[in-house]
Structures are given as structure tokens and as C-alpha cells.
């Protein structure tokens, strides 16, 4: 069952002043019709409601949802700060993200539906009546990625994962197109992919030297090695993706060091890079050393 918002949330009046013994109403969606909320996630035990909020503006008690609610907001006087309708609405332990509401607090991570139905993630806190489809500052997009499905038909410019963990991106209105290199219908996802110089194959290595301008498969942990980055061009690209359950070691040649952000990592005081379970990436040249993306 979704727990309603976070159990951290506070409420404020209009003047910022939390909202001592204020009340939350829940009632049916659409009606006021009182609906019950749960203090434990097996929904045992049901809370008073409206749920009565503490001198900081919290509620006292964990609200647990069942389904879809319309939910009222009053000041201790019965004034109406806010009704929102819907709130809630699945019953997954695993989706619990509710539309945003003004006025509740929300804290670092927690995952709300803004008023343009896309999903924001707050990104510091105390984050109050900041509205996500203008507060940059305060929230970040994210964005749910499919895995291809040969059942589902797919809009130009898509972008999909592979059961290998490679991205895709739909050239046209693609069904059935399962996405491969050469295809009509599905170029790589990754910038830059177009200008490689060998498109034909995806190489699968376990172990050995890397050669610049390809896109490999990793399938054990290596160790590999880079070219020599004097022997490239700037801009050449080495793409990158690896089994799940492998972390493959992957080494410069020669005195080259790899920088990775602000960090370079060099021969000398490290045995590699190692790429973290999952880990997709891009080694770029610059002529001179391997930067990693």
C-alpha cells in the first residue's frame, strides 16, 4: 500500500506558519464521503479522520492510502486551505508517487506528479511551494524507460532499452522491428554512434585490447586494455556496455591516464577503471589521454 506523501510531511498557512492542529479530510474522490486512511501499511488499523496535525504542522500518525482519495486541508478554524482530487490512486508498494500538492513539505527524493503529468524528483529540501513544472532549482524531470516489446508499437523518436542494456532510438513509427544495427527503423540512442567507423557488429570480449571507434560487449571483468591515446583522433570513441553481473577492469596503455571528471587515474597509483554493475559508458580521446563519459 503507498504510504500518502512522506512520513516526514509538514503544513504551513499562507504566511508560513506550520499549521497547528489543522486537519486533513479524506473523503471518496469526487464526493464527501469520508474514506478511511491506515496507520500501518496492512491496513489494520484505521486513523481519525480528519487526521489531526501537530504544532509543527505534522501529522501525528503514518497515513497509509487504499486507492484513490479526495483529500481537504482546513485550518484549525475549518477554513479550507487546499482541496486536491484526485491524490493516490495505486496500491503498489512500488509506485507510491502522488500528485504534487502546495503546501506540503516535501524532502530530498521524494517523487511527485506535476500538473503536466510528467514525474519530478525533489532535489533539495525543505522543499515548499515550489512547483515543479517551473522550479528547476528545486526539482528534476525523470523519465521511465521502456524495454523493447515487440507487441508495442513505438512513436518516431522513442527511446527504448534492449534486453542487453544497449538504447534505441525509433527513426519512424516502428511495430514489430526488433531494434539491430542497419536497421530502417532504429538507430543507436547514444550521440555520436552515427560517425563510428565499423557499424556492422557489436563485439562481445572478454578480456584483451579495446580498438578505438567501436561498440562492445564486456562479458567477463578483463582486464582490457585502451589504445595508445596518441594513436587516435581527437573525438574517437570507444562505447561500452557489460554483462550485469560482471565489473570489468579496464586499463590505459602505455604512461596514458584516464580522467574521469575531475580525477585523473593514472597507471601508476591505480590497476583501472572499474566499471560499477550496470555501468554503460563512453571512452572519448582528445589525443592525448581517455576521457571517460
Keep these: 500500500m503507498p504510504r500518502y506523501i512522506s512520513p516526514q510531511v509538514q503544513y504551513f498557512d499562507s504566511l508560513g506558519v506550520p499549521l497547528n492542529a489543522g486537519k486533513l479530510f479524506f ?24 487526521v489531526i496535525l501537530a504544532v509543527n504542522g505534522s501529522p501525528s500518525v503514518d497515513i497509509w492510502l487504499n486507492g484513490t482519495y479526495r483529500v481537504i486541508l482546513k485550518d484549525s478554524l475549518d477554513n479550507v486551505i487546499w482541496d486536491k482530487d484526485p491524490v493516490g490512486g495505486d496500491n503498489s508498494d512500488r509506485v507510491p508517487w502522488t500528485n504534487w500538492v502546495s503546501g506540503i513539505t516535501y524532502d530530498t527524493g ?19 511551494n515550489q512547483d515543479p513544472t517551473t522550479s528547476p532549482a528545486w526539482w528534476s524531470e525523470i523519465r521511465l524507460l521502456r524495454v ?34 542497419g536497421s530502417a527503423f532504429w538507430e543507436p540512442a547514444i550521440d555520436g554512434f552515427a560517425a563510428l ?28 586494455t585502451l589504445p595508445l591515446a596518441s594513436t587516435t583522433n581527437s573525438g574517437d570513441k570507444i562505447f561500452i556496455v557489460h554483462d550485469p553481473d560482471v565489473e570489468p577492469v579496464v586499463n590505459a596503455s602505455g604512461g596514458d ?30 589525443g592525448t589521454r581517455w576521457e571517460l563519459n
Design 27 to 50: 473523503y471518496e474522490p469526487s464526493t464527501l464521503v469520508l474514506k478511511n486512511t491506515y496507520s500501518d501499511s496492512s491496513l489494520a488499523v484505521p486513523n481519525a479522520n480528519p
Design 110 to 128: 521524494n517523487v511527485v506528479v506535476a500538473s503536466n503529468d510528467r514525474y519530478y524528483v525533489a532535489i533539495q529540501e525543505p522543499n515548499l
Design 148 to 181: 523493447y516489446n515487440a507487441s508495442e508499437t513505438y512513436p518516431a523518436n522513442t527511446v527504448i532499452q534492449d534486453t542487453s542494456g544497449f538504447l534505441w532510438r525509433s527513426k519512424v513509427l516502428t511495430a514489430g522491428a526488433a531494434p539491430v544495427l
Design 197 to 224: 567507423s565499423d557499424q556492422s557488429t557489436i563485439t562481445n570480449i572478454a578480456s584483451g585490447a579495446l580498438a578505438k571507434n567501436r561498440f562492445y560487449r564486456l562479458t567477463a571483468a578483463g582486464p582490457f
Design 257 to 286: 591516464v584516464i580522467r574521469f571528471g575531475t580525477t585523473v587515474l593514472s597507471a601508476a597509483n591505480y590497476t583501472g577503471v572499474v566499471l560499477n554493475v550496470g555501468f554503460s559508458c563512453i571512452f572519448v580521446s582528445n
